[in-house]
């Protein structure tokens, strides 16, 4: 008979004449108890050094206690059977996976549980039927390998409870990322409610209208949380870079932003054109269900190129200046940190002159409409059916918007007419059978020099709408009139702006803050551009569609009067910084020889990138243009 011990139990004594001698060997603060008073009992207890063995006689008694030490050195050399006695020692190579007594042991290993979470896309319900999930070490393999001493990269921290804050956007909300696209070119969308431009005699342009739309679905893509790491949409360029274009330079927003050139408010060279008084009732908020209509009023007006105005020509002649351009142009250039479409400038320089120049129909001249919005309008390429709320749609709405509205809230009496100094030097009555619109325009000059010895002046040729007489002094103060449009406050790319119908009486700031962060860069060119005229009034009318789903009828809800100065000063924009991006441009054209330069902004990027052009590389994009327009008009013929 011999006796059996096990760790943590008491032994017991089994029958064995054949046995071997038995040994037992016991972990450090281990003891085992054998009720005395029976023929086998016996009381021992171990000690860190020391183990015992037993032998057993069924005719022996145990003593009280025995020696610990005569019963460790009576035991055999090398290991026996139970834990090992070192801590180096595993078991088989793979240590015990780590568990509290307090963790739901649900099963040994859960090796189903990762797939779970890649079918449902990463997202993890924390409830009780994904409880055994929260086990520490039930559901992570790495767990069962033999880690890394102190590695701490795969350490992990989880809650199993249920987060009960509610998402402001609701059930089913929907959010975008990205920007949007570019406009596509005036002439090359017809449509019934678009705004086109008509070449004419000697580089004059005129405005009509095209042919009706076909309508879309209304909205837009609809998005989800799936979507946050769709890549952002991809636009053209306006513009074909060729292979034999040099790279000049390459700037990039954030340094864009840095410049800063301060430059006086600049002194009048020579007015031209004549101006109707501004219509006041339209200043008077009007009764819901009686807004004034937006009225399609034939008048020409011109948007005539830097180097194709004979006014120009002529001071460039008489050596007033280094640097032309126009308004568009340069309000364009001071605001390109803004803008987020497309658009390029075309420099010549022509001895120490630099003209900054545009092509013929490019998308500088159209009003974009929620260029910056974080939910930009879609355009067809990116999935967009809806084709009245496309980029390209939206901005030759805004442009004959703009174009008809400021034509109808002047009031036309030839007794009450402002004439300029000169008349309208764009306008030739043989050949146009529309009248002029109201306009003056005024060659403006200013200083851009960074010391005397090297002065470098600016003219600029700007525009003026309209005049009104002051309410307290009676004179008469130079207006400049545009309209922002509402096409569908519900749409996809309306930017979360409010419904103007019911929200500008109201909450007209609103509405206004809105339209500053969706619509940043055309507010800033447009207030550059009354700044640059010098007028004294800024009006923004507002108008929307009668239907979402029909951009050819529109309503006047309401128009707005500011200062430019202190409009500029509401939306943050800088003068200064925009003449240090005038005279950085020029300067690096300067430093080159004669000949022709592209600007040209990045369509994905906040970047703009300066070319130099070989001779004779616009006027071949002019011709194919042109041939690419007359071969689909003769198709149509035949």
Same mark, same amino acid.
């Given at each position: 008979?011999?006796?059996?011990?096990?760790?943590?139990?008491?032994?017991?004594?089994?029958?064995?004449?054949?046995?071997?001698?038995?040994?037992?060997?016991?972990?450090?603060?281990?003891?085992?108890?054998?009720?005395?008073?029976?023929?086998?009992?016996?009381?021992?207890?171990?000690?860190?050094?020391?183990?015992?063995?037993?032998?057993?006689?069924?005719?022996?008694?145990?003593?009280?206690?025995?020696?610990?030490?005569?019963?460790?050195?009576?035991?055999?050399?090398?290991?026996?059977?139970?834990?090992?006695?070192?801590?180096?020692?595993?078991?088989?190579?793979?240590?015990?996976?780590?568990?509290?007594?307090?963790?739901?042991?649900?099963?040994?290993?859960?090796?189903?549980?990762?797939?779970?979470?890649?079918?449902?896309?990463?997202?993890?319900?924390?409830?009780?039927?994904?409880?055994?999930?929260?086990?520490?070490?039930?559901?992570?393999?790495?767990?069962?390998?033999?880690?890394?001493?102190?590695?701490?990269?795969?350490?992990?921290?989880?809650?199993? +409870?249920?987060?009960?804050?509610?998402?402001?956007?609701?059930?089913?909300?929907?959010? +975008?990322?990205?920007?949007?696209?570019?406009?596509?070119?005036?002439?090359?969308?017809?449509?019934?409610?678009?705004?086109?431009? +008509?070449?004419?005699?000697?580089?004059?342009?005129?405005?009509?209208?095209?042919?009706?739309?076909?309508?879309?679905?209304?909205?837009?893509?609809?998005?989800?949380?799936?979507?946050?790491?769709?890549?952002?949409?991809?636009?053209?360029?306006?513009?074909?870079?060729?292979?034999?274009?040099?790279?000049?330079?390459?700037?990039?927003?954030?340094?864009?932003?840095?410049?800063?050139?301060?430059?006086?408010?600049?002194?009048?060279?020579?007015?031209?054109?004549?101006?109707?008084?501004?219509?006041?009732?339209?200043?008077?908020?009007?009764?819901?269900?009686?807004?004034?209509?937006?009225?399609?009023?034939?008048?020409?007006?011109?948007?005539?190129?830097?180097?194709?105005?004979?006014?120009?020509?002529?001071?460039?002649?008489?050596?007033?200046?280094?640097?032309?351009?126009?308004?568009?142009?340069?309000?364009?250039?001071?605001?390109?940190?803004?803008?987020?479409?497309?658009?390029?400038?075309?420099?010549?320089?022509?001895?120490?002159?630099?003209?900054?120049?545009?092509?013929?129909?490019?998308?500088?001249?159209?009003?974009?409409?929620?260029?910056?919005?974080?939910?930009?309008?879609?355009?067809?390429?990116?999935?967009?059916?809806?084709?009245?709320?496309?980029?390209?749609?939206?901005?030759?709405?805004?442009?004959?918007?703009?174009?008809?509205?400021?034509?109808?809230?002047?009031?036309?009496?030839?007794?009450?007419?402002?004439?300029?100094?000169?008349?309208?030097?764009?306008?030739?009555?043989?050949?146009?059978?529309?009248?002029?619109?109201?306009?003056?325009?005024?060659?403006?000059?200013?200083?851009?020099? +960074?010391?005397?010895?090297?002065?470098?002046?600016?003219?600029?040729?700007?525009?003026?709408?309209?005049?009104?007489?002051?309410?307290?002094?009676?004179?008469?103060?130079?207006?400049?009139?545009?309209?922002?449009?509402?096409?569908?406050?519900?749409?996809?790319?309306?930017?979360?702006?409010?419904?103007?119908?019911?929200?500008?009486?109201?909450?007209?700031?609103?509405?206004?803050?809105?339209?500053?962060?969706?619509?940043?860069?055309?507010?800033?060119?447009?207030?550059?551009?009354?700044?640059?005229?010098?007028?004294?009034?800024?009006?923004?009318?507002?108008?929307?569609?009668?239907?979402?789903?029909?951009?050819?009828?529109?309503?006047?809800?309401?128009?707005?009067?500011?200062?430019?100065?202190?409009?500029?000063?509401?939306?943050?924009?800088?003068?200064?910084?925009?003449?240090?991006?005038?005279?950085?441009?020029?300067?690096?054209?300067?430093?080159?020889?004669?000949?022709?330069?592209?600007?040209?902004?990045?369509?994905?990027?906040?970047?703009?990138?300066?070319?130099?052009?070989?001779?004779?590389?616009?006027?071949?994009?002019?011709?194919?243009?042109?041939?690419?327009?007359?071969?689909?008009?003769?198709?149509?013929?035949?």
């Amino acid at each position: 008979m011999w006796l059996e011990l096990r760790r943590g139990r008491a032994g017991r004594c089994k029958d064995s004449p054949d046995s071997p001698t038995p040994h037992h060997k016991f972990d450090s603060n281990l003891a085992v108890q054998i009720p005395s008073g029976t023929t086998r009992g016996f009381t021992f207890a171990t000690t860190p050094e020391t183990a015992h063995h037993v032998p057993v006689n069924d005719d022996a008694t145990m003593a009280d206690s025995l020696d610990y030490v005569k019963i460790c050195e009576s035991c055999p050399p090398g290991d026996g059977w139970g834990p090992s006695v070192t801590t180096d020692t595993t078991l088989n190579g793979v240590p015990y996976a780590p568990f509290s007594k307090g963790d739901k042991l649900g099963r040994m290993a859960d090796w189903t549980a990762e797939g779970k979470d890649r079918e449902r896309g990463g997202r993890m319900q924390y409830n009780r039927n994904y409880r055994d999930q929260q086990v520490y070490g039930s559901s992570h393999a790495i767990t069962f390998n033999a880690p890394p001493a102190e590695d701490e990269s795969t350490f992990s921290l989880v809650s199993n +409870t249920r987060d009960s804050t509610k998402s402001r956007y609701g059930r089913g909300a929907v959010f +975008t990322r990205g920007r949007g696209q570019r406009g596509g070119r005036g002439d090359s969308r017809g449509g019934r409610g678009t705004f086109q431009r +008509t070449g004419g005699a000697g580089g004059r342009q005129g405005y009509d209208r095209g042919g009706r739309q076909a309508g879309g679905a209304r909205g837009g893509r609809r998005f989800g949380w799936k979507d946050y790491d769709k890549p952002a949409r991809n636009r053209d360029a306006s513009i074909n870079i060729k292979a034999d274009w040099q790279l000049l330079e390459e700037i990039d927003f954030n340094r864009l932003a840095k410049l800063n050139l301060d430059a006086d408010e600049g002194e009048d060279l020579e007015d031209y054109g004549f101006l109707y008084y501004y219509d006041r009732s339209y200043d008077k908020q009007p009764v819901k269900g009686a807004e004034k209509k937006l009225m399609a009023i034939d008048r020409a007006a011109y948007n005539v190129t830097t180097s194709s105005d004979p006014v120009i020509q002529e001071l460039a002649e008489r050596d007033e200046a280094t640097i032309f351009a126009t308004d568009s142009i340069l309000s364009m250039l001071m605001c390109s940190p803004r803008s987020v479409y497309p658009w390029d400038i075309v420099i010549v320089r022509q001895g120490n002159k630099i003209f900054l120049d545009k092509r013929d129909n490019a998308n500088l001249d159209m009003v974009t409409v929620n260029e910056n919005a974080a939910d930009a309008p879609l355009d067809a390429a990116d999935g967009s059916k809806d084709a009245l709320n496309q980029p390209g749609a939206l901005a030759e709405e805004a442009t004959y918007i703009n174009h008809n509205f400021a034509n109808q809230v002047v009031a036309e009496s030839e007794s009450a007419k402002i004439d300029m100094a000169h008349a309208n030097p764009f306008y030739n009555a043989s050949e146009d059978t529309d009248p002029p619109a109201s306009k003056a325009y005024k060659y403006r000059r200013f200083d851009l020099s +960074t010391n005397d010895e090297e002065p470098v002046y600016l003219v600029v040729r700007t525009e003026i709408d309209a005049v009104q007489k002051n309410a307290i002094s009676g004179e008469d103060q130079l207006v400049t009139i545009k309209a922002l449009n509402e096409f569908d406050s519900k749409a996809q790319g309306s930017g979360g702006a409010l419904d103007w119908r019911s929200k500008l009486v109201t909450q007209r700031g609103a509405v206004v803050a809105t339209e500053m962060k969706n619509n940043s860069c055309k507010l800033a060119r447009w207030t550059v551009q009354s700044i640059l005229s010098k007028s004294d009034v800024m009006k923004l009318g507002f108008v929307s569609r009668v239907n979402p789903r029909s951009n050819d009828k529109h309503v006047i809800l309401g128009v707005v009067g500011w200062k430019p100065r202190d409009f500029a000063n509401q939306m943050n924009l800088s003068l200064s910084n925009g003449w240090g991006i005038v005279r950085t441009i020029a300067d690096m054209c300067l430093k080159r020889e004669d000949g022709k330069f592209v600007l040209v902004k990045d369509p994905n990027k906040s970047i703009l990138r300066l070319y130099e052009l070989p001779a004779g590389s616009l006027e071949d994009d002019d011709e194919e243009e042109e041939q690419e327009e007359q071969q689909p008009a003769e198709g149509a013929e035949e």
